[in-house]
């Protein structure tokens, strides 16, 4: 089991079983998950 970080409204953490399945994330939550994604890889490109 893997443990992945992802904001919840009860602040529990959440474990999956395999991969997870982008399909399933709501749209809102994928946004700010894109955006978070696309700030890390700016700077990890920064930095090469």
């Keep these: 089991m893997i443990e992945i970080e992802m904001?919840?409204?009860l602040g529990l953490k959440i474990f999956i079983n395999g991969v997870p399945?982008?399909?399933?994330?709501?749209?809102?939550?994928?946004?700010?998950?894109?955006?978070?994604?696309?700030?890390q890889i700016s700077k990890y490109y920064e930095t090469k």
């Design 21 to 39: 399945d982008i399909k399933e994330i709501p749209p809102d939550k994928l946004e700010s998950l894109l955006a978070v994604l696309e700030m």
């Design 7 to 9: 904001e919840n409204e």
